[in-house]
């Protein structure tokens, strides 16, 4: 009992804990136990056997290399000409969280380059309507830093950083890292002096069926975009265009909640990552300015059957979510009260039901606790990329799920969060915190050593 001698406050927290708290099954009936490098690429735990093969099938689209047509293996040919990755398991490492390039990596493997310019036009603004970005004429709308042998990548990706320090109450100071890109060895022409980036590391694939599985009704219910409530919390709904649907519907994937479906998010990614075509989008990813699309063999079309893209589907959709480690802890107990105290739960749901799924019964009306409220946020100028995207703005970003957080360093052998990595453990990510979460981050900087861990220690308990 030494640790709430240390702090006034723990006891009247303690009791204040959700009963979310001790659920050690944050994605409900779906939650597998593991340990380990495996942790994130477990099936849904109540999938029935005769859908795991229908699971394997699909994570072996998403592991194994796609290569360059033609080639035998036409079930995976098609790759590039441009492309960031020859296989989704390379920036999804072990179904994981990407990383920013360290020093002597040569390629910024799990991390990728949105580019975009500003809607000026009459014509321009009309497109930013339907497509939510204007893609850079020359390069399109992400930089391919690879390219088929004997072509041209279009640029490499170079990050530096400056020191920002941050000091606590009590005196301690924590020096964040300020990320700063660099786009190099332009392969095809300068690019338009008004170009927007925005860097972006590969998300973890966890309980993505699940989050897809939220109702609508209830996200609507949790926005609230001009602040009604008075709380200084002013989430909003991103409205995405659906390529199936032929409509807009609320964005759950990406950074920025840039798409609708896990369907249209992968199609997205075969076409703009590994550089393939499919019924979603049958269009190559190169622009009118590059002909090397046209010049080279191509892998049929389309060069992702639909039949690839619902095993894909599939597979996304059931990849389970760890339980929850140490929830009795007395220090995590701590930690979970002083998340609520400062008002980190305000974002980070904690508790939701999925709703009626007849097609997916794994998913289907789940009590789950994700941390998210899939929602839109401004987070500050410190975390602005400056680059719209539909109705998010330069300074707004989808609140991320938080589930298994505390399994990314024996995953992925690295603690780096957030959209562009420039945390490098759980405290700064939460010390880069700003906009409608600064009074959140204030309050943070109030806490002891003891607190902080116990905070720490709650996050990684999850």
């Not at 994130?40 to 592991?63: C, E, H, I, Q, W």
Request: proline share 6%; net charge negative.
């Amino acid at each position: 009992m030494k640790l709430f001698k240390k702090s006034s406050v723990a006891l009247m927290l303690l009791a204040s804990a959700s009963a979310s708290a001790y659920d050690v099954k944050s994605g409900g009936g779906t939650s597998v136990k593991k340990d380990g490098a495996n942790a994130y690429s477990m099936p849904a735990g109540n999938l029935p056997m005769t859908k795991r093969l229908d699971f394997s099938v699909g994570n072996s689209f998403f592991r194994n290399p796609w290569v360059q047509a033609p080639a035998s293996t036409d079930a995976r040919d098609g790759l590039g000409p441009l492309f960031n990755t020859n296989g989704c398991q390379n920036c999804h490492i072990k179904d994981g969280r990407g990383h920013p390039p360290e020093k002597n990596d040569l390629h910024a493997v799990s991390m990728l380059v949105r580019l975009s310019i500003p809607a000026m036009t009459a014509e321009q603004k009309k497109a930013f309507i339907k497509d939510g970005v204007i893609p850079e004429p020359t390069y399109g709308g992400q930089l391919q830093d690879f390219a088929l042998q004997d072509q041209t990548p279009e640029g490499q990706i170079n990050i530096t950083y400056t020191d920002v320090p941050v000091t606590f109450k009590d005196g301690t100071t924590v020096t964040l890292r300020q990320p700063h890109l660099k786009i190099t060895e332009l392969g095809y022409g300068e690019m338009h002096p008004d170009t927007q980036f925005s860097a972006r590391v590969a998300p973890p694939m966890i309980g993505l069926g699940l989050l897809e599985s939220i109702p609508n009704e209830t996200l609507i219910a949790w926005a609230d975009e001009h602040d009604k409530n008075n709380d200084g919390i002013s989430g909003k709904t991103n409205m995405v265009w659906d390529v199936q649907s032929n409509d807009f519907a609320i964005g759950r994937f990406g950074w920025k909640a840039g798409q609708p479906t896990l369907m249209q998010q992968n199609a997205a990614a075969f076409n703009g990552d590994v550089g393939l075509t499919s019924n979603l989008f049958p269009n190559e990813n190169c622009t009118s300015k590059q002909t090397l699309c046209d010049d080279l063999p191509n892998g049929g079309r389309p060069e992702v059957s639909d039949n690839v893209l619902d095993f894909v589907e599939f597979y996304s959709q059931h990849l389970a979510v760890p339980i929850r480690r140490n929830v009795k802890d007395p220090q995590v107990k701590l930690g979970q009260s002083l998340f609520a105290k400062a008002g980190c739960d305000s974002c980070h749901k904690t508790d939701v039901k999925t709703g009626a799924r007849e097609d997916l019964p794994a998913l289907s009306n789940q009590t789950i606790h994700p941390y998210t409220d899939l929602l839109l946020h401004d987070m500050g100028e410190g975390l602005a990329d400056n680059r719209p995207e539909y109705l998010a703005n330069g300074r707004e970003w989808r609140t991320a799920p938080l589930w298994g957080i505390g399994y990314t360093e024996e995953v992925n052998g690295h603690t780096y969060f957030l959209h562009d990595g420039r945390a490098r453990n759980l405290l700064e990510a939460v010390l880069w915190h700003g906009g409608e979460a600064e009074p959140a981050k204030q309050t943070v900087l109030t806490f002891t050593k003891t607190e902080r861990d116990a905070l720490v220690a709650f996050l990684n308990s999850l």
